[in-house]
């Protein structure tokens, strides 16, 4: 009889406790190290997206005042596209202009009205309108206010910057920067829109829009 020849055991040791505990340790590491980035990264992207959404939003709002502006318009008794019984304002603003007709085409001969309500620390840019020749004071600035025939819209939702930065005028009657002439005399206009990036936010970025108008077709010119 041959000898039985032993076959060698295998080396069937496993990882130990403490193996395990550091590779565990190591891989918890590097998971957050990858959460830690995809969560910045997204909020860079966030950042990103929100900062191009104020230049947009800013830059159209602007784009529609300025468009506004352009149509100032003599109302009868009137000397000039501001009413004489405005009240001088950094952050309002009123002129005769033509605004679409109640029958849903075309223009007619009425009154643009911008102002600024804030609540807080969040501002919102209001426009109203008011269909007619005859200038009738408008209430509160608000979205809600239909005094006098004045309805409103909300044009920026709490994302307005430094509201009573919103208008600079000029006149012939201004010594001094910023300049509040009576209605008569104001000449022209500059706006300066800030806007934020959100409503939760809006003090942590702003996209500043600037832009200017002459009323070309003031009295005297």
Not at 185 to 211: N, P
Request: hydrophobic share 40%; net charge positive.
């Amino acid at each position: 009889m041959s000898p039985h020849r032993h076959q060698p055991l295998r080396d069937e040791r496993g990882f130990t406790l403490v193996e395990v505990l550091v590779t565990m340790s190591v891989a918890l590491v590097v998971l957050f190290a990858i959460l830690g980035a995809a969560d910045i990264f997204g909020k860079s992207v966030t950042t990103v997206s929100n900062a191009a959404g104020a230049q947009d939003s800013a830059r159209t709002t602007v784009r529609s005042m300025v468009a506004t502006l352009r149509q100032a318009r003599f109302a009868p008794g009137q000397t000039s596209p501001v009413p004489a019984a405005w009240t001088p304002s950094r952050s309002s603003l009123t002129i005769a202009a033509y605004v679409p007709a109640a029958s849903g085409t075309g223009t007619e001969r009425g009154w643009v009205r911008y102002c600024t309500v804030t609540s807080g620390t969040q501002s919102s840019l209001i426009m109203g309108v008011r269909a007619g020749d005859a200038y009738l004071a408008p209430g509160a600035c608000s979205a809600t206010d239909t005094t006098n025939g004045w309805t409103h819209a909300v044009l920026l939702d709490r994302t307005l910057q430094n509201p009573g930065q919103l208008f600079d005028f000029s006149a012939s009657t201004c010594a001094v920067s910023p300049c509040l002439p009576a209605g008569p005399a104001v000449q022209s206009v500059g706006i300066r829109l800030a806007v934020g990036t959100s409503r939760e936010s809006a003090g942590t970025f702003s996209s500043v829009v600037r832009d200017a108008v002459s009323f070309r077709n003031r009295s005297g010119s």
